[in-house]
């Protein structure tokens, strides 16, 4: 995978802690791919881009997801079919059908990921996740935290790449998977060291919520049975 940008994320923990680190006025946001290089990609999934807090001010506070990127035969090109996931979290699908594909970021042109491309009659989705908890803090959570919604789930599964938690049927926010190991997850964290994706907003104390995984081929997974979010 081809970066554009040296990024720094104060990515999101399982517990809250503060540290040090510069305001979120000093952000920016900057997309980041879920998906890997040389992965086979179908007409159901596409590429995950996602959108992450970085140093660099020129990148701006929109959402850069929502930009007209674009795939490339080597030959021709055209601009995405993009399925929103979750705010600053979408899936690019390839409206070109060739075997080899390349992701083209509009601004510069720059080609950020090679994939293969198949057609699929039904692709096989990830397992609904299986939650033991799911809790929502907005004090004592330090100096630069503001609020939490944290999940603990049963397992990760292979190829996750998101967990993303949905109130009445709309997402509300969602977590990157980097390590499968850690199993509670800040599905959504406010605090001043990074830049609040648009639209992005927790889910507090006395909702109703489902979740489900994100596979790094851009296919989204069952819902989870509806748990209750509990103050912390």
């Avoid at 979750?86 to 090679?114: F, I, S």
């Avoid at 009659?121 to 919604?149: C, F, S």
Wanted: charged residues 15%; negative net charge.
């Amino acid at each position: 995978m081809r970066a554009l940008w040296i990024i720094a994320v104060c990515a999101p923990a399982a517990v809250a802690t503060a540290g040090p680190c510069k305001y979120h006025h000093d952000w920016s946001l900057a997309p980041e791919l879920f998906t890997p290089a040389g992965a086979t990609i179908d007409q159901l999934g596409g590429v995950v881009v996602a959108a992450v807090s970085t140093l660099d001010k020129t990148r701006g506070s929109d959402d850069p997801t929502q930009q007209d990127w674009w795939f490339s035969d080597g030959h021709t090109h055209a601009v995405v079919a993009r399925t929103v996931i979750a705010p600053g979290l979408t899936v690019h699908r390839p409206k070109l059908e060739a075997n080899d594909l390349a992701l083209v970021y509009p601004t510069d042109q720059t080609t950020m990921l090679d994939v293969h491309f198949r057609h699929v009659d039904k692709p096989t989705p990830l397992a609904a996740p299986h939650v033991k908890a799911l809790t929502y803090a907005d004090h004592g959570l330090g100096i630069m935290v503001r609020a939490v919604t944290n999940v603990t789930v049963e397992s990760v599964p292979a190829h996750a790449v998101a967990l993303v938690i949905y109130v009445g049927g709309t997402a509300r926010s969602w977590v990157q998977i980097t390590d499968p190991s850690t199993l509670e997850l800040a599905v959504f964290i406010a605090d001043d060291c990074t830049m609040r994706i648009p639209g992005m907003s927790a889910a507090k104390t006395g909702e109703l919520a489902t979740l489900a995984w994100l596979d790094d081929t851009g296919h989204v997974s069952a819902h989870s049975a509806a748990v209750k979010v509990r103050a912390h």
